[in-house]
C-alpha cells in the first residue's frame, strides 16, 4: 500500500511539473522578453504602455500564427537564462545576433541592420575615436555594445568603462557629465536625437555593424520556423514596411 501511495504521489507531481513547464503557446499566447527601456524597438510611453517597432512587429506576427503576445519586461544581463527556463518564449527587443549568442538560442534571420555608434553630448570636444583616449565611457552591461567594445582597440584606449543596467541610465549619466561617451546602438540614439535635438553629437566613426534577431530557445524548431513563416509573410503581403514606416519614416526591415 505504501509503495503504491509513493508512485501516486510521483506521478501527480511529474503531471504537475509537466504542465508548470508547458509552452505559453499551448494556452494560445506567446510571452516575450523585452527590455522596456529601449525606445524605439521596446518601451514605455507616457501612459506608461509598451510601445515600439517590435512590438508592433510581434503583435503582428503574433497574429499571423494565431496566437496572442504577451510582454514581459525582463533583466536583459539575463535574457538567454529566461528563455532557456521557460519563463519566455521568444527574446525579441533589438536583440543583436552574435556567434557566442548562437551557442545559446536559435535565431530567426536577421531583420533589421544596425551599428554600435558613439555618441556624446552636443557641446563635447571629442570628434573622433582618437579623441576617447583616456576618457570615461558608458554602456549597457551584458549588450552587444560591450561586446562591440570589448572587440575593438576602445577597450585599452579609454580611461574607464561604466556599465549601466540600461541606456537611459547611461544617457543620464553622459547628459550630466559624469562619463563623457556612451556606446550604443544607432536605431536608438537616433530616436533620442530626433526627440532631443540639441542634446547629443554622433560620431561618424561606428565601433561595429550588427543585425538584429528573434532568439527561440535551443531545441525547439517547430516554433522557429512558424515564426520564420508569419515573419516573411508580414514582408511578403507589406505589413512589416507598414510597421517600419510608421516607427522609422522608412523600410528598413531586411527582405
Known sequence: MKRFTAIFIVLILSASLLAACSSSKDS?????????????????????????????????????????AEFLPIDWSAKESELNSGRIDLIWNGYTITEERKGKVLFTKPYLENSQV???????????????????IGLQ????????????????????????KDNVLALSDLRIGRIEAV???EIVI?????????AFSLLDESVAPEEYGIGVKKGNEELLNKLQKALDELNADGTAAKISRTWFGEDKVLK
Open 28 to 68: 494560445g499566447k506567446l510571452v516575450i522578453g523585452i527590455d522596456d527601456k529601449f525606445a524605439p524597438m521596446g518601451f514605455r510611453d507616457d501612459k506608461n504602455e509598451i510601445v515600439g517597432f517590435d512590438i508592433d512587429y510581434a503583435k503582428a506576427a503574433a497574429e499571423k500564427m494565431g496566437v496572442e
Open 183 to 185: 556606446v550604443i546602438d
Open 190 to 198: 537616433k530616436y533620442y536625437m530626433s526627440k532631443e535635438k540639441d
Open 118 to 136: 558613439i555618441v556624446t553630448k552636443k557641446d563635447s570636444p571629442i570628434r573622433s575615436m582618437s579623441d576617447l583616449t583616456g576618457k570615461t
Open 141 to 164: 552591461s551584458l549588450s552587444s555594445a560591450a561586446d562591440a567594445v570589448n572587440g575593438s582597440p576602445l577597450k585599452d584606449q579609454v580611461k574607464q568603462i561604466t556599465e549601466y
